[in-house]
């Protein structure tokens, strides 16, 4: 019960805390830097910004031909994990009432069964991403610390809760409290490593959309 | 009362008849997981055993937990247990007070020498050398080291022996501690509960009867028989839990339905107790059965657990207390470092020229 007590007390409020300076440092210092004026000549295909931002954003939610075979099993490996996380994180009635308790939101959920059916996907998935970085060379080779340990941060929570919803080998204290910590970590990492393409996934595709379409690139 | 008779002999005198007693055997058995067999040997054991002595102290405690062993149900138990054992000293079923009273307590521990169980409800302050609670001139601490040094075994009932309770709670004024924290050279077995069960008492003392020997225990000293499952893995709403049917409110189609009451603060995932399966008042219902969620008062610091109605998934306290703090941290740790960037690149820019 302890575990549980500083799992939902102070570790959450110190994770959150951070998470939020985290987030708000990498946004501010990144919106802040100076972007070099580009005084080149437009090419004669270059669209307005906005529209060559969302078409470079639509574009990258499906592979192009040229890549579909090497990279078909990854893209949808990766939207299954992604989209289970989402499930998982926003339709489980214990998360939403997290959320409703923090920001006063709420919505509803879907049955634990499908919940947890949905987690074990997502654990596979999550596992085949793993495995796929582990045995490419060249993805092994070009691999840092980050992409290792924002698969395990990630990986934590998914599999804790399941223990945790099974009651799988401690009391369900214990298993709640590593569950909540796995969290934790999570949101003291998130800011500072790959993992904050939460949050700059389409400002990072709409710059380099923009970017393309200034040289002119035909895609 | 002629304690030299057996507690059979003893009963047969005054018309228990043999099938009331097997009943209770069986029941004792049964409500401790124990095997059919067991019944015959909680029989035997108690027919043969003579009155065990039972001293009974009350420290910081409402008295709740005396009401609810008063409350035992199965018929006749009432009886039987207080045949079973000499309650030599309880401050509210004695008949005696003052010195009388004190004087019983005496002779009962000089004439059963480690033998006799000592029952313990409330916890004891230790704060300013234990004043905020004494009796018969004698502070809390004072009375429990000179009882328990001669006793068998000691019963802890109630949340505040076991674990504090709400003397205990935060900020605890009184610097209330559980009993365990005192006893430490004596088997200690803790029935937790605010009240306990009245059969976790009575089961565990007819153990204790029956086999002379401590039933097993958790990790927390509790009888496994009745604090071996969480309310939850025995919630007769759990089906809703399972299917995502929650009641909202105390007030709604969900609540009049008998849907879970994990959103309205129901702590049963974590509260270790017999509550769903024995139930109380002789089986009728229990806090979930009659609409409310459980409070966890079987657990440690169950006062301060972040709210009985705050869901178990919430996070306790505030945790946005330092998000102002922490964005604006965040953006002028952020702004700095780009500044900083700016006038680097600036530097080099005009070191370039």
Redesign the interface.
């Given at each position: 019960?302890?575990l549980?007590?500083f799992a939902?007390?102070p570790a959450?409020?110190f994770a959150?805390?951070?998470f939020?300076?985290?987030?708000?440092?990498?946004?501010?210092?990144?919106f802040?830097?100076?972007r070099t004026s580009d005084s080149s000549a437009g090419s004669a295909r270059e669209r307005p910004v906005i529209v060559a931002a969302i078409r470079e954003i639509i574009r990258r939610l499906w592979p192009q031909s040229a890549y579909k075979q090497r990279t078909m099993f990854m893209l949808i490996n990766g939207y299954v994990f992604h989209i289970g996380l989402a499930i998982i994180v926003f339709f489980l009635?214990?998360?939403i009432?997290?959320i409703k308790?923090?920001v006063g939101l709420s919505w509803p959920?879907?049955?634990?069964?499908?919940i947890y059916a949905v987690s074990i996907i997502t654990l596979v998935s999550l596992i085949a991403a793993l495995v796929m970085r582990m045995s490419n060379p060249a993805q092994r080779i070009i691999s840092t610390f980050d992409d290792w340990f924002s698969w395990l941060v990630t990986f934590l929570p998914v599999i804790t809760g399941v223990i945790a919803t099974s009651?799988l080998g401690a009391?369900?204290?214990t298993l709640?409290g590593l569950h909540i910590l796995s969290v934790a970590l999570l949101l003291v990492y998130l800011p500072f490593g790959k993992l904050m393409h939460w949050f700059l996934v389409f400002v990072t595709r709409s710059q380099t959309g923009a970017h393309l379409s200034h040289r002119g690139a035909q895609l | 009362m002629n304690d030299k008779k057996t507690l059979g002999e003893m009963l047969t005198e005054r018309g228990v008849s043999r099938r009331t007693f097997l009943k209770y055997a069986s029941y004792t058995a049964s409500i401790m997981a124990l095997p059919p067999t067991a019944a015959t040997a909680i029989a035997q054991g108690i027919a043969n055993a003579r009155r065990q002595s039972v001293i009974w102290l009350s420290f910081q405690e409402c008295t709740g937990c005396t009401e609810s062993i008063t409350r035992a149900h199965t018929p006749s138990i009432e009886d039987l247990i207080f045949d079973f054992i000499s309650l030599d000293y309880h401050h509210t079923l004695q008949n005696a007070s003052g010195h009388a009273a004190e004087e019983a307590r005496m002779q009962a521990m000089q004439e059963n020498a480690g033998k006799y169980i000592v029952v313990v409800d409330g916890s004891v302050p230790l704060k300013d050398d234990g004043v905020y609670s004494t009796i018969a001139g004698i502070t809390n601490l004072q009375m429990l080291e000179e009882t328990v040094k001669d006793a068998y075994a000691v019963i802890a009932v109630g949340s505040c022996a076991t674990f504090g309770g709400i003397p205990g709670a935060n900020p605890n004024p009184t610097g209330a501690v559980p009993i365990t924290d005192i006893v430490t050279d004596k088997p200690v077995i803790n029935i937790s509960g605010c009240p306990p069960i009245p059969e976790a008492m009575t089961g565990t003392i007819s153990y204790l009867l029956s086999f002379g020997s401590i039933p097993e225990l958790d990790h927390l000293n509790r009888p496994k028989a009745f604090f071996g499952e969480a309310i939850h893995d025995r919630c007769y709403r759990r089906p809703f839990y399972e299917r995502g049917m929650f009641a909202k409110s105390f007030d709604d189609e969900g609540a009049r339905q008998g849907w879970c009451l994990f959103e309205v603060g129901c702590k049963g995932p974590v509260t270790y107790n017999a509550c769903a399966t024995l139930k109380w008042n002789g089986g009728t219902s229990f806090p979930i059965q009659s609409g409310h969620g459980c409070l966890g008062c079987s657990e440690p610091g169950f006062w301060d657990l972040g709210g009985f109605y705050k869901p178990l998934s919430t996070a306790k306290g505030d945790p946005l207390k330092w998000a102002g703090g922490a964005a604006v941290a965040g953006a002028a740790v952020g702004a700095a470092s780009a500044i900083m960037a700016r006038s680097k690149r600036n530097r080099i820019l005009k070191e370039g020229k």
């Open positions: 019960m302890e549980l007590e939902r007390g959450l409020t959150i805390t951070v939020i300076a985290g987030v708000v440092f990498r946004i501010v210092s990144l802040l830097l100076w009635l214990p998360h009432v997290f308790d923090l959920s879907l049955p634990n069964n499908v009651h009391r369900y204290e709640l | -």
